[in-house]
C-alpha cells in the first residue's frame, strides 16, 4: 500500500483527485491539504510515501516544497501549467499531470509510482521478467499475439483493436487493461484511444507519431510523459 497526501489549494481539484484515489486499491490517503504549510507540519509527524502536488499554490508553491522535502518522498506533480515540466525533472518527479486530470491518466502515474518503489526495494528475477506473449478474447477464439508482433492499439468504442503486421485484432477487453498488461517498458499510452509500441516508431512530428502509413496523435495530457520517456 502506497500512503499518499493531496496538496492543492483549489479544493474541487483536491477533491477529484481524493476520489480517483479510493478508485485504486494502492493507495491509502493519509490527508488532503489546500494549504502546503499545513501539509509540511503533517509530512514532519507522518510517514508518506508519496505527494500529489500542485505547483501554483500562495504562501508556498509546489517548486519551493520539493526544494524543502529533498527527494524525502516521491512526488506526482497536478497542475495546469505545462510549462514547470522542464524544472520539474530536476526533482526527478515520478510524473507530470496536466489538468483536467483523466482517471486513466491518474492511475498510469499511480503505476509509474509503484514501479518505481519497487525498484528501490528491490525485485527478483522471475518478478521482472518480460512476457513474449498474450492471450487475449475476440469473439468466440481465444488469441495468442506476440508481443513482438504488436505494433499500436487503438479504442474503438466498445472494442480495443491490436494492429500487428498480419492485421488487427479486435477485443473487449478495455486500454487500461493493457496499459497494467504490456511492459512499460516497451509500450507507451500517447493518448487516450492509443498505445504505441516504442520500437515500431518510425518518426514523430509535431504532436504526432508515424508508424508506416499510420499517424497518431500525442494528447496533451500524455505529451510531457511520453517526452520524457523518450529522453531516457
Known sequence: MISCIIIDDEPL?????????????????????????????????????????DIQMPELTGIQL???????????LTTAYEQYALESYDFEVVDYLLKPISLDRFLLAVKKV????????G????????????????????VRIDLSDII???????????YTPSGKTLT???M?????TLPDQDFVRVHRSHLVALSKIDHIERNRIVMGEDYVPISESYREAFWRMIRE
Do not use: C, W
Open 123 to 142: 525485485a527478483t528475477p522471475e518478478s521482472t521478467a518480460k512476457p513474449e506473449y498474450i492471450f487475449v478474447k475476440s469473439g468466440h477464439q481465444t
Open 114 to 121: 509503484k514501479k518505481r518503489k519497487s525498484q528501490k526495494v
Open 13 to 53: 481539484a483536491g477533491k477529484l483527485l481524493a476520489e480517483y484515489a479510493k478508485r485504486s486499491s494502492d493507495l491509502e490517503v493519509l490527508g488532503r491539504f489546500t494549504n502546503p504549510i499545513e501539509a509540511l507540519h503533517f509530512l514532519t509527524d507522518h510517514p508518506v510515501d508519496l505527494l500529489f502536488l
Open 172 to 174: 473487449l477487453e478495455t
Open 152 to 162: 499500436r492499439l487503438e479504442s474503438l468504442g466498445n472494442y480495443v483493436a491490436i
Open 176 to 180: 487500461s487493461h493493457f496499459e497494467e
Open 66 to 76: 520539493m526544494k524543502i522535502t529533498q527527494g524525502k518522498y516521491d512526488i506526482v
